[in-house]
């Protein structure tokens, strides 16, 4: 194993240029080391700047790059629910939540969209998932995800319950029996901000209700 190949299975998941840049530090032209690299297939392009080692492709997570391809950010919306398995659909556009400014990028490895949520909220409902031994991804609740793709849906509303009930069993093809179980408590606390609160308001009496007609 050469030198450049030690430094590379050193290196996992999607690999900025400035990490590269350092790794290969003790080369007296890395910027080159790095072409070499890429025109021997050891190295492959992903984003502007962004590579990875296609030996590596068990500890490659598109979540986990969209996590740090544009951040803070936590994997959310229909690409939680997919990932659940509360919707049947793959989605093939990875979908995440941030506080800063809404994005939408196209690499090589698929489409990454960001959307942005208030600070406020943006920490709540969300948890760490280890993905492998090397490499982890922040993602929604299955409960906060619900909630993170009915606040940036557009042109969304719904006369109540049964008309909510009806969208979700139909249109998105929820795994409605799964409702019983999400956490009414933080869906409580995400209507403090009064955005889309009628609709969350809804969400929570729905819940109720599915959990009293047990």
Do not use: C
């Not at 297939?41 to 544009?70: E, T």
């Not at 406020?120 to 909630?147: D, M, N």
């Not at 009414?184 to 819940?207: A, D, M, Q, V």
């Amino acid at each position: 194993m050469g030198k450049s190949d030690y430094i590379l299975e050193q290196l996992v998941g999607p690999i900025s240029h400035s990490t590269l840049m350092s790794a290969l530090s003790s080369y007296r032209h890395p910027e080159q080391t790095i072409k070499f690299l890429k025109s021997t297939g050891k190295l492959k392009s992903i984003y502007r700047g962004w590579y990875y080692n296609p030996l590596h492709l068990n500890d490659f997570s598109r979540f986990h790059f969209a996590n740090v391809l544009y951040g803070p950010s936590y994997v959310s919306a229909t690409s939680a629910l997919s990932f659940y398995g509360l919707i049947p659909e793959k989605v093939f556009t990875t979908e995440s939540i941030t506080f800063k400014r809404g994005k939408k990028l196209n690499s090589k490895v698929g489409r990454f969209e960001y959307y942005f949520e208030s600070e406020l909220t943006f920490h709540l409902g969300i948890k760490i998932h280890q993905f492998t031994e090397r490499i982890s991804f922040l993602i929604a609740t299955p409960t906060k995800a619900l909630y993170d793709y009915f606040i940036i849906a557009n042109n969304l509303e719904f006369s109540g319950q049964q008309d909510m009930l009806d969208f979700l069993e139909t249109d998105l093809r929820f795994d409605t029996d799964a409702l019983k179980s999400f956490d009414i408590g933080l869906l409580e606390e995400l209507t403090l901000t009064k955005y889309k609160r009628r609709t969350i308001l809804i969400l929570i009496n729905l819940i109720k209700k599915l959990n009293n007609d047990k």
